[in-house]
């Protein structure tokens, strides 16, 4: 049986814009949606009519480098499947749009050095000031711990080093300049029901510039709800860095 000619070339003609204008338009789209991104790898898998329709079956992406809102990843490799897009606008020039929320899942690891050049960020810095105000609350009187020594006053940033263990990792805030005592926070980190981030055994101390430090400060476990659209699988902790497994709910933009 031959095959039709006509339907031959429509096919040919269909991978071809598929080929030229599909690729660089997510490329375009990732970049857009991060503040930094190299080593980008990408495969889409699905049928040049499913396609041309705007309708992605899977999309493989591998990706090392990824700067998002000032929070530093070292490597992700993800699937993510039933994207839809309007690739008919993309077509006559116009910008990739996501037309409805669709599962990423994968493996995303985010170094030790990855959480220090972090740190600087609005988003995990103000969010490490909360934690700890949150851990403190009720543990101890502003007088026993001084936090603004620490944190600084209002939205003023504050350094601070982190370093990582097995299952465990430190926190800690030099004195301010009158001051060279040092505030450390210890703490694990687990998953519960996929979308609780456990802060588990938080341990604070004053460690003075001698290196003496007052006695250990046991806090209250607490957990954060990272919303429905979240499943962590797995969190390890490790001396190299934090390895996530899961899946995420991307949302479009409204």
């Known amino acids: 049986m031959t095959s039709d000619p006509a339907n031959s070339a429509d096919a040919a003609k269909g991978s071809r814009i598929i080929s030229r204008l599909l690729p660089p338009a997510i490329r375009l789209w990732l970049h857009t949606q991060l503040d930094h991104l190299e080593g980008l790898e990408f495969a889409i898998d699905g049928k040049d009519r499913q396609i041309l329709g705007g309708y992605l079956p899977k999309v493989t ?37 996501l037309l409805q929320p ?40 502003e007088k026993q711990v001084p936090l603004v020594r620490w944190l600084g006053d209002g939205d003023a940033s504050s350094e601070v080093n982190i370093a990582l263990a097995s299952d465990r990792m430190t926190l800690r805030w ?32 004053v460690v003075s510039a001698t290196g003496e430090s007052q006695p250990p400060i046991v806090l209250d476990e607490i957990a954060f709800d990272l919303g429905s659209e979240v499943n962590i699988r797995q969190l390890a902790v490790t001396s190299e860095g934090i390895d996530l497994v899961g899946m995420v709910q991307v949302i479009p933009a409204g």
């Not at 301010?176 to 802060?199: I, P, Q, V, Y």
């Open 61 to 97: 992406l591998a990706a090392r480098q990824a700067v998002y809102q000032g929070l530093h990843v070292s490597q992700a490799e993800v699937n993510a499947t039933d994207i839809r897009v309007n690739l008919p606008q993309v077509l006559r020039g116009k910008p990739l749009r």
């Open 102 to 141: 669709f599962p990423v899942d994968g493996q995303v690891t985010v170094l030790a050095e990855d959480l220090r050049a972090s740190l600087g960020s609005p988003l995990l810095g103000q969010g490490l000031r909360d934690v700890l105000k949150q851990l403190l609350a009720g543990a101890v009187s």
């Open 174 to 205: 030099p004195g301010a300049s009158f001051s060279n005592d040092a505030l450390e926070l210890t703490l694990g980190l687990a998953m519960r029901d996929g979308r609780w981030l456990c802060l588990e055994q938080p341990v604070a101390k």
